[in-house]
């Protein structure tokens, strides 16, 4: 036994670590109490500062102590040396805890407010400290983060900057962090670029992210990016839709606008519209108002938005603007190309989601009405091979259809504009697209899946008739107030909440309600009830 090294048992090693722990809670409390002591009595000393600082260093997530030394920073009537120096002395700090735990934010955050504070900054030594933790983690989404701020307090463009994420990319192509800051900075580029040079600059991406995706093409990172590519920066005018008709106007716009920016012109004067957003706010994209003239005299319209003037249509005695044809692109050749590539991965990977999902964006941005029942088919296929998102492919779905829907109304309208619209039967589990359904007065939306969508249904202030039968309803509390609603068929669903089906009748000026085949017909005080709200409304109960 002699010579042999004593090896501690279980029991005396869990004895040795509770000391050890209970140690450490003491001497953690200890210093918790003596910093908040002194923070109460406003005393800002240098041995606040030194407890704080041994804390920070033991745990740097404990943000109430980074507050706690920004209050002395702020409290204490330091002279400016003193103070510079106690700022250098916090950057050594920060530093020091980013080598214990180089993702926490309130460290970044530390070190942003001291460089704030700072006169005199060395924004090329925090370039080199950016570099070098992003050289050790290169998904280090908080060094992204503070690696922006500085470029821009050094004023660094967004050109120049491309170049060093450029570089992180072809270094790692599976970085999600890398991909959102060079979409961060293409976005500034393209805020001065004219649209010849955001294609051709889009050209490079696209053949970039596509080299990417057949690296890793079960890497989300540049899938994402891809979407990003083909979803935003197009060429697309402000306004969508107009319709004037019965001395009502209704517009929709593809962005956020205030109603200032709206200008309407009638017989080439200025028109006083009193606009109303559809939930009151003061910017929206979809706007209501009304006109004082008479649809007769009416000789011709103009509306007015960020400079650009839209002439609008007389239809039998309805004016009218309507983007109607899909955009043509001038990469087209390119995304036919990436097509067809992304085609030929599907068939080596038949279970890879995100290049179906690719495919159908770009069949959507190439031609969406002549590839849209491949677009189906692509969707049916996610469904099954990614069932983890059926709810997700099904509401996508769903959108296509209405907007598919709505392509095949507008296209083939000739002297009337048509105020009604069938999307009855059609399996549809959400309403995308509502803004352009807010024009129509008349909309069957029966038999499909729109129990989880009843507050969509708040852009349809236009509508006077409404079916919303066989949807398997079970409550009414999100439906919204419609303020023309006039016709109502909740037929054949689940409803049997009194109260909720007597809420619907104060808050509109029904005419007509259907509610047959639903539970709530075997109450007996259900008509006596809504006869008391409403007398004249007609309720069908059998």
Same mark, same amino acid.
């Given at each position: ?416 504009? &048509? %105020? ?5 039967? @059609? /399996? !549809?589990? =959400? ?5 352009? *359904?807010?024009?129509? $007065? ?51 669903? &689940? %409803? ?5 089906? @007597? /809420? !619907?009748? =104060? ?5 007509? *309600?259907?509610?047959? $085949? ?25």
């Amino acid at each position: 036994m002699h010579g042999r090294v004593k090896v501690r048992t279980t029991a005396e090693q869990e004895a040795l670590k509770r000391k050890e722990r209970a140690e450490k809670l003491s001497r953690y409390r200890t210093s918790m109490s003596i910093i908040f002591n002194k923070r109460k009595d406003k005393i800002y000393d240098e041995e606040l500062m030194m407890v704080t600082q041994r804390m920070v260093l033991q745990n740097p997530d404990i943000y109430t102590l980074w507050n706690i030394r920004r209050e002395a920073f702020i409290s204490n009537n330091w002279d400016e040396n003193l103070l510079k120096e106690f700022y250098q002395n916090e950057l050594t700090l920060t530093e020091n805890c980013l080598k214990q735990n180089p993702k926490s934010y309130w460290v970044w955050y530390q070190r942003i407010w001291i460089m704030n504070h700072l006169v005199d900054c060395d924004w090329k030594k925090e370039l080199m400290l950016c570099t070098k933790c992003l050289n050790l983690d290169d998904r280090n989404f908080h060094c992204w983060n503070y690696r922006e701020f500085v470029v821009q307090k050094a004023g660094i463009s967004p050109e120049e900057e491309f170049q060093f994420a450029t570089s992180k990319i072809l270094n790692n192509f599976s970085n999600y962090s890398s991909w959102h800051y060079r979409s961060q900075l293409l976005s500034k580029i393209f805020y001065n670029s004219d649209q010849n040079r955001i294609n051709e600059k889009k050209k490079e991406e696209l053949d970039l992210v596509m080299n990417a995706t057949f690296t890793d093409p079960s890497d989300s990172s540049a899938w994402f990016y891809q979407r990003w590519l083909l979803d935003t920066h197009g060429c697309l005018t402000t306004l969508s839709q107009a319709l004037i008709k019965d001395n009502s106007v209704i517009l929709f716009v593809n962005k956020n606008i205030p109603a200032e920016s709206i200008f309407l012109q009638i017989n080439n004067k200025d028109e006083d519209v009193q606009w109303k957003s559809w939930q009151e706010t003061k910017i929206s994209k979809l706007w209501f108002g009304k006109v004082k003239k008479q649809l007769d005299e009416i000789k011709a319209v103009e509306i007015k938005i960020d400079e650009i003037s839209y002439p609008l249509l007389c239809v039998n005695q309805k004016w009218v603007y309507r983007k109607r044809k899909y955009e043509s692109y001038s990469n087209e050749d390119q995304l036919l190309e990436q097509l067809s590539s992304y085609k030929q991965l599907v068939e080596m990977e038949p279970n890879n989601k995100w290049a179906y999902l690719t495919a159908i964006l770009l069949m959507r941005k190439i031609n969406f009405i002549k590839y849209y029942k491949n677009i189906l088919i692509y969707l049916n296929v996610l469904v099954n091979i990614d069932s983890l998102r059926t709810n997700y492919y099904k509401d996508l779905r769903s959108k296509y259809i209405i907007e598919h829907k709505l392509y095949e109304i507008w296209n083939t309208e000739d002297q009337e504009i &048509k %105020l009604e619209i069938d999307l009855s039967g @059609l /399996q !549809l589990t =959400t309403l995308s697209n509502d803004e352009y *359904l807010s024009f129509f $007065e008349q909309l069957n939306l029966g038999a499909n899946f729109l129990s989880n969508s009843l507050h969509q249904l708040s852009f349809l202030q236009s509508c006077k008739k409404l079916s919303l039968s066989s949807n398997e309803l079970e409550n009414l509390k999100k439906f919204p107030i419609l303020q023309n609603l006039e016709v109502l068929s909740l037929r054949n669903n &689940k %409803l049997n909440n009194l109260e909720e089906i @007597l /809420q !619907l009748v =104060t808050r509109h000026k029904l005419k007509i *309600l259907d509610l047959r $085949e639903n539970p709530i017909c075997n109450t007996k005080e259900l008509q006596n009830s809504i006869v008391q709200i409403n007398p004249e409304l007609q309720v069908y109960v059998e």
